[in-house]
T-cell receptor, first 112, second 116 residues
Framework: KAGVTQTPRYLIKTRGQQVTLSCSPI?????VSWYQQTPGQGLQFLFE???????NKGNFPGRFSGRQFSNSRSEMNVSTLELGDSALYLC???????????FGQGTRLTVV | AQSVTQPDIHITVSEGASLELRCNYS??????LFWYVQSPGQGLQLLLKYFSGDTLVQGIKGFEAEFKRSQSSFNLRKPSVHWSDAAEYFCAVGASLTGGGNKLTFGTGTQLKVEL
């Protein structure tokens, strides 16, 4: 069974640009969550999607958004990039709430 | 709000020695608890989980963890560490959210170094 797949693995963007990251969950998993990992703030919850609906959002500005498609694949978008958005963005999928989450390899975003 | 504390930022052990990584959590209800491991530049791999039942849970790679409600702890242990265990370890608590679903709150991680 294939794991969680995140694309691309690495991205370099310029301040002010926007970026879209993609996540394909494990087959059969309907919940997809996104996390941001930085050396200073650690792992922080961005948002969670289930059946194409955003159920929960973390404490991030509106520049961070996402969506989920009918096949459970998810994308997150960051607009007007700032240097502080440089991070490892991790996607996790699970079957139902309060079950174990499986993480992808992450997308390393560098904003210059 | 839930929180997780991993008091040890760095731990160094000799190969073959035993290991215990500490984790304390704060959560108002029965927690869902997890340990994840992360190698440099990689994602998080689930080592083990506690949802309910037996307080001693077994995971992959020879790891185990014990849930102690009275101490709000979920410490990770391994009887004999291998050089390949060098990585960063994260404890996490899963919490139900009012909108449905859940989220993980992570500790700050413990960096494990293994001396040969």
């Amino acid at each position: 069974k294939a794991g969680v797949t995140q694309t691309p693995r690495y991205l370099i963007k310029t301040r002010g640009q926007q970026v879209t990251l993609s996540c394909s969950p494990i087959s059969g998993h309907r919940s997809v969550s996104w996390y941001q990992q930085t050396p200073g703030q650690g792992l922080q919850f961005l948002f969670e999607y289930f059946s194409e609906t955003q159920r929960n959002k973390g404490n991030f500005p509106g520049r961070f958004s996402g969506r989920q498609f009918s096949n459970s694949r998810s994308e997150m978008n960051v607009s007007t990039l700032e240097l502080g958005d440089s991070a490892l963005y991790l996607c996790a999928s699970s079957t139902e709430p309060n079950t174990e989450a499986f993480f992808g390899q992450g997308t390393r975003l560098t904003v210059v | 709000a839930q929180s997780v504390t991993q008091p040890d930022i760095h731990i160094t052990v000799s190969e073959g020695a035993s290991l215990e990584l500490r984790c304390n959590y704060s959560y108002g209800a029965t927690p869902y608890l997890f340990w994840y491991v992360q190698s440099p530049g990689q994602g998080l791999q689930l080592l083990l989980k506690y949802f309910s039942g037996d307080t001693l849970v077994q995971g992959i790679k020879g790891f185990e963890a014990e849930f102690k409600r009275s101490q709000s702890s979920f410490n990770l242990r391994k009887p004999s560490v291998h050089w390949s265990d060098a990585a960063e370890y994260f404890c996490a608590v899963g919490a139900s959210l009012t909108g449905g679903g859940n989220k993980l709150t992570f500790g700050t991680g413990t960096q494990l170094k293994v001396e040969l």
